[in-house]
């Protein structure tokens, strides 16, 4: 007993000051949006950096660079491929949008989160999320669960994961909806109460990711659900999760 | 003719045309002798051939000699199980059956595995059942409290008392195997490094193996002790959380709070070295992405320390805690035997006496020079896979501390030549959850023309079933933590 208050006492009060404190702070190699520093540099006709995406998230369009955040795994293989070294991932971490399209960069960032009336009656002070997986690699459950952590401690904002989805507010989906999860998602979802929230956590949620065209997956949950909140990243970064589900409450960028 | 291939070193090649093609009987012959001879089974695959025909290849390890032997056979439509002599084949020919319809007679439980493409979903179908007064069925998920991915467990019970579990998986099932036929190419890495997301460093490490080996280059020694590094650190992340799971599931609050966030500050250092804290994009084919500069080595080392320190406090509680160990204590045993004859592998294993730790038997890389010390018990209990784990935590970090203060000077990656046509390639690692095991095949163009992954989960799942026998119905979310496997990495 003396022991475990001893360890208690050595561990210390770590739970971060954010939002009303710094952020935590990411690491210096932290890989943000991708964004061309000088498409007049490029070369004619070039489209390297939209061959190298694995996802197809780089469209080059009038001589600008485009990226779908939303399908963008933060991998830097189109930085690799520019034969200019033109490509910087910048360290934004606020990337959530409440639109797809507004997952496109460039944009005004952060991306304002439409806060439709709707959502902020239900969310604003209290939001109970149900958490499934439907092929999800278990990164974007990983760093979901860490928010409930005392460091992030998601308690304090009025949102948690509860176990029932007759509980629950809304979905918090990961993965790209697997065909093997499909009827258990759209059960899941039939068992929330109306009216109901769906957050799509990570690449593949909203937009299949890495396994887009896949005859064993679907390409995100928007195909069978009404997204509430994208949540771009390959997993996101907690903070960026935290920031996304900050906004649709509310409780900051308003 | 010879039964096996020469042995092939790791990670090791070899010309398909070099692999002996012996009869059915003849490979059922070959395991018993093998395992007779001390050496493991590394699995069993349904293979196709150039002409698009199923083949079967069956993967030996001898742990001694740190070799891999392999032999193929050509089943036909049928042919008599290997599972009744060798349980740990069942869900390898289950796999067999599912892809190709090849129908090993005999075997005792021919479901599906994957549901690929299948009309039927996973958790359908027939499930075990036990008959009797009083006996019951409990079915738990595919969505659980908590979160968690998605599986069906199908209990039957009489009272609390566990007779049988039967774990349905497949719900996870994403193509990986299928989509990387015809690769290497630009989403081959990212499929390695989501084939089981809280693996990432241990699947990239097996894959970019099977691709070195193919290639016929070496791993640069730095990238190869950078690899390691981020290894040691991804086991100590997951068995810190893990820890600290167990203990909340006994309702022992502190050390679960504290280790909630030493498991971030764990992935915080890897996030250190390549900026992202599971590990994506450090490690390619050819060495590593990333260099750990003298000043981030310093940086990483007292980190490190600090929460090493803080782990050891915080871990250490729950020996401190006779109700807590009253918990853990006698949970879950899996008897020595089982895990042997069910090939168990891993902290799984080595919980209950097995002395399986690829790092030690096919040592790759930095750790063919240096490794840290092989941990084992004796209990097969939730407590022995948790002091299995908690000496694993220090015996990395000392590791990892050597290998910070002596990196080797030179390049971290080596450009990859074109791979070998038409021939086998094995790679390993063994991840936190125990030995992972890649197999590629390569057609005469150097394309990958199979492609098969062995997640140290598909070999642990039925442990847990087995650990369920005659326990309370309640203790199974201890029991499932104490081993913590992985459902994507077993649906890949």
Redesign the interface.
């Given at each position: 007993m003396l022991?475990?208050l001893l360890?208690?006492m050595?561990?210390g009060y770590?739970t971060f000051s954010y939002p009303h404190g710094p952020a935590p702070e990411l690491?210096?190699?932290?890989?943000g949006v991708p964004s061309c520093a000088d498409p007049g540099q490029c070369p004619p006709a070039c489209r390297l950096c939209e061959q190298?995406?694995?996802t197809h998230a780089i469209r080059i369009a009038d001589g600008a660079f485009n990226v779908d955040l939303g399908a963008c795994?933060?991998?830097?293989?189109c930085a690799g491929a520019c034969p200019k070294n033109l490509i910087r991932q910048d360290r934004e971490y606020r990337l959530s949008a409440s639109c797809r399209e507004d997952l496109w960069s460039p944009r005004p960032r952060p991306a304002a989160v439409v806060l439709n009336r709707r959502v902020y009656h239900v969310a604003r002070r209290s939001l109970r999320l149900?958490?499934?997986?439907?092929?999800?690699?278990?990164?974007?459950?990983?760093?979901?669960?860490?928010l409930?952590?005392?460091?992030w401690d998601l308690g304090r904002f009025g949102i948690q994961?509860v176990?029932?989805?007759r509980h629950a507010d809304g979905l918090l989906v990961t993965?790209?909806v697997?065909?093997?999860?499909k009827?258990?998602l759209l059960e899941?979802w039939n068992a929330v109460p109306g009216p109901r929230l769906v957050i799509a956590v990570g690449a593949c949620a909203v937009s299949g990711?890495?396994?887009s065209g896949?005859?064993?997956?679907a390409g995100g949950v928007s195909e069978m659900l009404p997204v509430d909140l994208y949540i771009p990243g390959?997993?996101p970064?907690?903070l960026t999760i935290l920031d996304g589900l900050l906004r649709l409450t509310g409780r900051i960028g308003k | 003719m010879n039964t096996v291939s020469a042995p092939l070193q790791h990670p090791g090649v070899i010309a398909i045309a070099d692999i002996p093609v012996v009869s059915v009987e003849k490979m059922r012959e070959t395991l018993a002798s093998e395992t007779e001879a001390g050496n493991r089974i590394g699995g069993l695959f349904g293979i196709l051939d150039e002409k698009e025909k199923p083949r079967l290849l069956l993967v030996m390890m001898a742990d001694r000699t740190g070799s891999f032997h392999v032999i193929l056979s050509d089943p036909g439509e049928a042919y008599p199980a290997f599972t009744p002599d060798f349980p740990q084949l069942h869900l390898f020919e289950r796999q067999l059956h599912e892809d190709f319809g090849i129908v090993p007679g005999g075997h005792p439980w021919l479901k599906p595995v994957r549901?690929?493409?299948s009309a039927d979903?996973?958790g359908g179908g027939n499930f075990y059942t036990v008959q009797g007064e009083e006996v019951h069925q409990v079915a738990v998920g595919?969505?659980h409290?908590?979160?968690?991915?998605?599986g069906h467990f199908r209990f039957n019970c009489r009272g609390e008392e566990v007779l049988h579990l039967e774990i349905a998986l497949?719900?996870?099932?994403?193509?990986i195997q299928?989509?990387l036929v015809g690769g290497p190419d630009?989403?081959t890495i990212?499929?390695m490094e989501?084939?089981?997301?809280?693996t990432?460093i241990g699947h990239s490490t097996a894959y970019a193996g099977v691709c070195e080996a193919l290639a016929g280059i070496e791993t640069p020694a730095r990238g190869a002790e950078i690899r390691a590094v981020a290894l040691e650190l991804e086991r100590m992340a997951n068995h810190t959380?893990d820890l600290g799971a167990l203990a909340g599931d006994v309702g022992y609050l502190?050390t679960s709070?504290?280790c909630?966030?030493l498991?971030?500050d764990v992935l915080?250092l890897t996030?250190?070295?390549?900026?992202?804290?599971?590990g994506?994009?450090l490690i390619l084919p050819g060495g590593v992405a990333?260099n750990i500069e003298e000043s981030r080595a310093d940086t990483l080392k007292t980190r490190l320390k600090t929460a090493g320190r803080?782990i050891a406090?915080?871990v250490?509680?729950i020996w401190?805690?006779p109700s807590v160990l009253a918990r853990f204590e006698g949970c879950g045993p899996v008897p020595r035997e089982t895990a042997e004859d069910l090939g168990l592998v891993g902290p799984a294993a080595r919980a209950s006496g097995l002395s399986g730790d690829t790092r030690h038997s096919h040592p790759a890389g930095a750790y063919k020079k240096d490794r840290p010390a092989l941990v084992t018990a004796e209990a097969g209990d939730v407590a022995a896979r948790a002091s299995v784990r908690r000496d694993e935590l220090v015996h990395s970090e000392e590791f990892i501390l050597r290998l910070l203060e002596n990196l080797s000077a030179g390049e971290i990656l080596r450009p990859v030549s074109p791979l070998k046509r038409n021939c086998l390639a094995i790679g390993a690692a063994e991840g936190w959850r125990g030995e992972i095991l890649h197999v590629a095949l390569t057609d005469n163009a150097g394309r990958f023309s199979n492609y098969r992954i062995v997640d140290p989960s598909f070999k642990n799942w039925t442990g847990l079933a087995m650990a369920l026998r005659k326990q309370e119905i309640s203790d199974f979310p201890l029991c499932n933590k104490s081993f913590n496997l992985?459902?994507?990495g077993h649906?890949l």
């Open positions: 022991r475990s360890v208690r050595k561990q770590r690491p210096d190699r932290y890989r190298a995406c694995p795994l933060f991998c830097a293989a149900r958490q499934v997986s439907a092929g999800g690699c278990n990164a974007c459950e990983a760093d979901t669960n860490v409930s952590t005392l460091a994961f176990a029932s989805p993965g790209p697997t065909e093997n999860m009827e258990a899941t990711g890495v396994f896949h005859r064993e997956t390959c997993p970064h907690p | 549901y690929t493409g979903r996973p595919p969505v409290a908590g979160i968690i991915e998605p497949g719900y996870q099932h994403r193509g299928g989509a630009k989403r990212h499929y989501t084939a089981a997301g809280d990432t959380g502190p709070s504290f909630g966030r498991r971030g915080n996030a250190l070295i390549c900026g992202n804290r599971f994506r994009g990333w803080e406090d915080a250490g509680l401190r805690t992985s459902y994507c649906d």
